[in-house]
């Protein structure tokens, strides 16, 4: 398993952006994921990227809005939001599961996750 540490999120004003990011400790050749968990709900995929960065898979509800990118060099997985509505408010988490060429979406395709990072949007 690898070891996953959050940086990022906070409250911003709808239409506004933030930027999530998530460092991983030792090798990074695994694919990896955003989801998020609001209040009363299930965790939904957010985003996804293989291990190599070069397919991605988004959530209809951001697709356009946000970008998922990773940097293998620096071992950190990025989430840039633009566009936040107040739906978007969540806890947002950073995954980590085994290599392959196709995005996971499900939670239970990942065995390692970040501590969690608040996203707020005021309307």
């Known amino acids: 398993q690898v070891q996953l540490v959050q940086s990022g999120g906070g409250l911003a004003q709808a239409g506004g952006s933030l930027r999530l990011a998530c460092a991983a400790s030792?090798?990074?050749?695994?694919?990896m994921g955003w989801f998020r968990q609001a209040p009363g709900k299930e965790r939904e995929s957010v985003a996804a990227?293989?291990?190599?960065?070069?397919?991605?898979s988004y959530a209809d509800s951001v697709k356009g809005r946000f970008t998922i990118s990773r940097d293998n060099a620096k071992n950190t997985l990025y989430l840039q939001m633009n566009g936040l509505k107040p739906e978007d408010a969540a806890v947002y988490y950073c995954?980590?599961?085994?290599?392959?060429?196709?995005?996971?979406?499900?939670?239970?395709?990942?065995?390692?996750w970040g501590q969690g990072a608040q996203v707020a949007v005021s309307s």
């Open positions: 995954a980590a599961g085994s290599g392959t060429s196709r995005p996971y979406t499900l939670p239970n395709d990942y065995h390692s």
């Open positions: 030792g090798r990074t050749l695994y694919n």
């Open positions: 990227v293989n291990w190599l960065g070069s397919t991605t």
